[in-house]
DNA sequence: CGTCCTGTTGACAGTGATCAACTGGCGTGG
DNA sequence: CCACGCCAGTTGATCACTGTCAACAGGACG
């Protein structure tokens, strides 16, 4: 997208010089002067699953880029039933802005690198940058837009097309055209019970399903979050697309 | 919000002086100027239930204020299974932008009024005005919330804890404290059926839910469409808010 | 008065939840 | 090195909630 900023200016700090984020997630949004002061503000760390970035009800005091692994998005009723309401990948940008709390709890699902910003610093951008603002309403909508389309799944599908529907969704965009019989190799970013809680039904369910599935030879397993799909288009016609 | 408008400037068309859209809506985010220049392209009009706004998939050529009435938002599978992903009132704004299509349709569920705008017009005010900017960022993170929120009701609760929630929604702000037997008139703007749409349940089961609540005296139905709710709190309790 | 449409009620069936036992991989400690 | 325990996941048996199918009720309207 901008050019100018790979043949770049040498105050451009190192670890920003081949980000996703840069180049595909917010930071391609900011000219080179406002890339390095935000940088300056800029912690990376690597968190474990279950870390947890925001916890429910809390002040967002601190945002994130996601750089590598898979962050999820929970809401909790009062007895324990979960529902993870939305996945974030890089480059994607944890915390809503102008919310005063989160309604959500952000957890690392899988081990992750984070880009993390204070709240103050991000806010500064936003007022200065337009490209930033209209980036940041982009993903809000895109996030509108694939809740809606999980509401779908969730209140219409049966146990099988959901996990066709999530299958597809780890396995990557689906715009992509496949033909019959495309294979591709997935690795699961979440455990059998997450599964469950992002598809709305038990654990044993989604065991029984991946089984069935394995059983069918649609699917492979190489180890427990390791498997190939042996034909993305079956999949696509069993969940509906 | 803005006093001076009250006082205002003789210019400001009749149908702006006591619009909600300006007192709670997008259009109290312009100034006088901005207003009156809005106000030359909009058209207000009358829709009958049913009435499609935007259709699934095609551009978005018009935007409009919600005056009165409901809108639903809706997403179809290919063979017709149906689910609301979202309910629009007074004073919503309808019609998200940046999207190149809309991925739902866009129905008038009553009979209802709209303010609406061309495209256009819509996209030259918000690169003009940063608060009506700021005011569409701030009304796309609400319905994410909401989506998100309803995300859990529809996977997690059972039937008779989302007809609650489903009540609730339409009583009204869950905000308000209600002390235990507060009652409340409520007005469905949804069929028995569409409310099944929206709950990722049959029409039999709507049926049902209600009238064990009618039969257990929480609510009394005075038509199909009207009810009176004779404890909030109970509800609330049921719905497991 | 008959027809249509929406909603209600009943009988029955099926999908997926629940409860429970079991398997396999992995790390710890003897 | 093996025994053990632990945890995640699998498999089986049973149950119940909700979907399905069908008949019926009650307004609205010509």
Same mark, same amino acid.
């Given at each position: 997208?901008?050019?100018?900023?790979n043949i770049s200016?040498? %105050?451009?700090?190192?670890?920003?010089?081949?980000?996703?984020?840069?180049?595909?997630?917010?930071?391609?949004?900011?000219? %080179?002067?406002? #890339?390095?002061?935000? &940088?300056?503000? =800029?912690?990376?760390?690597?968190?474990?699953?279950?870390?947890? *970035?925001?916890?429910?009800?809390?002040?967002?005091?601190?945002? !994130?880029?996601? *750089?590598?692994?898979?962050?999820? #998005?929970?809401?909790? *009723?009062?007895?324990?039933?979960?529902?993870? +309401?939305? @996945?974030?990948? =890089?480059?994607?940008?944890?915390?809503?802005?102008?919310?005063?709390?989160?309604s959500c709890t952000?957890? =690392?699902?899988?081990?992750?690198?984070?880009?993390?910003?204070?709240?103050? +610093? +991000?806010?500064?951008?936003?007022?200065?940058?337009?490209?930033?603002?209209?980036?940041?309403?982009?993903?809000?909508?895109?996030? @509108?837009?694939?809740?809606?389309?999980?509401?779908?799944?969730?209140?219409?599908?049966?146990? &099988?097309?959901?996990?066709? &529907?999530? #299958?597809?969704?780890?396995?990557?965009?689906?715009?992509?055209?496949?033909?019959?019989?495309?294979?591709?190799?997935?690795? #699961?970013?979440? !455990?059998?019970?997450?599964?469950? %809680?992002?598809?709305?039904?038990?654990?044993?369910?989604?065991?029984?399903?991946?089984?069935?599935?394995?059983?069918?030879?649609?699917?492979?397993?190489? &180890?427990?979050?390791? *498997?190939?799909?042996?034909?993305? !288009?079956?999949?696509?016609?069993?969940?509906?697309?």
């Amino acid at each position: 997208m901008n050019i100018q900023a790979n043949i770049s200016n040498p %105050d451009i700090p190192e670890r920003c010089r081949y980000c996703v984020a840069r180049r595909h997630g917010i930071c391609g949004t900011l000219d %080179d002067d406002q #890339l390095i002061a935000l &940088s300056r503000h =800029a912690t990376q760390r690597k968190v474990g699953p279950g870390t947890t *970035l925001v916890g429910d009800g809390e002040a967002i005091a601190i945002f !994130s880029n996601v *750089l590598a692994g898979t962050i999820k #998005l929970t809401k909790t *009723l009062a007895d324990g039933r979960q529902q993870i +309401v939305g @996945l974030q990948f =890089a480059p994607d940008f944890v915390g809503s802005l102008f919310r005063v709390t989160s309604s959500c709890t952000a957890e =690392a699902a899988t081990k992750a690198m984070l880009c993390t910003f204070p709240k103050a +610093v +991000v806010e500064r951008m936003i007022a200065e940058s337009p490209r930033l603002r209209s980036r940041l309403m982009e993903q809000a909508l895109k996030e @509108l837009d694939e809740a809606r389309s999980w509401m779908l799944t969730l209140a219409q599908k049966t146990a &099988s097309e959901k996990i066709a &529907s999530f #299958l597809l969704l780890i396995a990557g965009r689906p715009g992509a055209a496949h033909g019959p019989g495309t294979r591709v190799a997935v690795e #699961l970013p979440l !455990s059998r019970g997450e599964i469950g %809680d992002f598809l709305g039904m038990t654990i044993e369910t989604v065991s029984r399903q991946l089984t069935r599935l394995s059983k069918n030879g649609m699917i492979r397993f190489q &180890s427990r979050r390791r *498997l190939v799909i042996n034909d993305i !288009s079956y999949l696509e016609r069993c969940a509906r697309l």
